[in-house]
């Protein structure tokens, strides 16, 4: 089963992939881990990586592809696999295509304003890095850690104005790949605003039919 999982933050495509995998016996290849492997391992694209974000600058293209091609070429990933954070241009879409067929490509639906909630609610321990939510999982005493009695912190990224930057970069950078894929035939949507277990299931009818 060869996946690609579109959503935006939020969404909750890291949990269902930890499912998806192994449900399907698939690896789980997020590019946020590609490169954190690749930059570990000093491999020559590490390093190039490296040196590129130590400058503040993006990723260009034909860096994050050559190590998403390297990747679909070893072993655990011929029966299948779940792409996470790649393709998100038309170029990358292009070159994936170039690289393998696909079976389904998964957009989590989510509408913006729970987004804003679960992200903007979210909350840290700085030193465990144990997270909470004020509305789903919040700690047993309002602001503070269970464990520690620390201050939880809330992370500068998952402040509100920073949730809906994000959200209008993804739809800017995203919309034109939903628009290519479904013209393809390859898009299902799934709807993410059940619990995990719920979208799960729907997921597994979404890639059966």
Known sequence: MKLVF????????GTIASQAKTAY??????????FRDNIRRETELGQKVKAI?????????EVTIAMVDNRLKEADAAAGFILDGFPRTIAQ??????????????????????????????RVCKSTGR????????????GIDDE???PLIQRD?????????????YEASTAPLIDY?????LLVDVDASGSPEEVFEQLKKAISG
Do not use: C, Q, W
């Open 181 to 185: 894929y479904r013209s393809r035939g």
């Open 93 to 122: 879409a292009d070159a994936l295509a170039r690289m393998t067929e696909l079976d389904k490509v998964v957009n989590f639906v989510l509408d913006k304003e729970t987004v804003v909630r679960r992200l903007s609610g979210r």
């Open 157 to 169: 990224d998952d402040r509100e104005e920073s949730v809906r930057n994000r959200l209008e970069v």
């Open 25 to 34: 016996s698939i690896p789980h290849i997020s590019t946020g881990d590609l």
């Open 6 to 13: 579109l959503g935006p933050p939020g969404a909750g495509k």
């Open 148 to 150: 520690t009695g620390e």
């Open 131 to 142: 997270t909470y939510h004020i509305l789903y999982n919040p700690p047993k005493v309002e």
């Open 53 to 61: 974000l130590a400058a503040g600058d993006l990723v260009p293209d």
